[in-house]
């Protein structure tokens, strides 16, 4: 690991990353496009998605066999050698998700409709009940795959990753994940089967 990656940033570099944009993981007909609500400052400091040490999506995609090894925020370009991708509905860095208005939300509703039509992803999964709600206008919706589509994508919701959503432990996370796993036919990405033996059952020890 170099030097520039293992470097945490400091309060004035997170000062300066609020309302920056980073750029999506995206590539063409991937088998799921994970959205985020957006990025926050360690993520807008860094030029990575999910980025803070507390954030537990890398950890959660490994521990749900998602991905054949533990990534770091810096190695999200490999996600899409295994058919996933990320993207988020607000693009603009901000200390908390708590900043973003209704309308932003609704109005990165539609951005995604269109980011979707473009790219073709056989799912999209929204990380964030709350956020997917507000955004979409669906204020009963529940955790796991909705009863709308988004395009041609089928539309899942998942708990927001986030360190400081206790509701949620990781072992939560993981088992949706490996719910969305079986619902994509058992697939990390094009020509790749994911092996059972590669799950762990001890998420919590990642």
Known sequence: MTQR???RPGPVDLAAAEGREIPDVIAPDLDILFCGI???RWSGATG???AHPGNRFWKALFAAGLTRELLSPDQGDQLLEM???VTNLVRRTTASAAELTRDELREGARTLARTVGRWRPRVVAVLGLIAYRRAFDRPGAAPGEQPERLGDARLWVLPNPS???GR???EDIVAELQNLRRAVD???GPGR???PSSERERPAGV
């Open 5 to 7: 990656e293992r470097r």
């Open 38 to 40: 957006n990025p926050g």
């Open 48 to 50: 990575h998605h999910f």
């Open 83 to 85: 058919g996933l991708g």
């Open 163 to 165: 360190g400081l959503q």
């Open 168 to 170: 949620y432990r990781l």
């Open 186 to 188: 058992g697939r990390a």
């Open 193 to 195: 089967t994911i092996d």
